[in-house]
């Protein structure tokens, strides 16, 4: 459990640093986006840098963190997003499914617009 909490927080500190590389040893081969409809590490990387490019200073914070079998949820709040200037930090919520130490499905709701 430990270590899968571990791997949420290696994601959301590889997305604050724009490490885009990182996404491919965090996510699996396969890996699966129910959101986006995507699939594979490169996706993240590609949407990753969309959302930067649209908003540069956005940060993840994470609120917490539950592990169970073998998915984990994370909360956690955005800063640097324009809803942040209007006094309200976004919200997310992601739940992934863990599959040989890496990220293999992942589905969330956000109110980042």
Known sequence: MDDMRALAHRMHHAFNTRDLAATGTIFAPGFVSHPMGTTGPESV???WSAM?????????VIEDVVAEGDKVVVRFTLTGAPATERGRAPEAIEMFRVENERIAELWGVSTLR
């Open 45 to 47: 990387r590609r949407a």
């Open 52 to 60: 930067l490019d649209r908003h540069p200073e956005l940060h993840t």
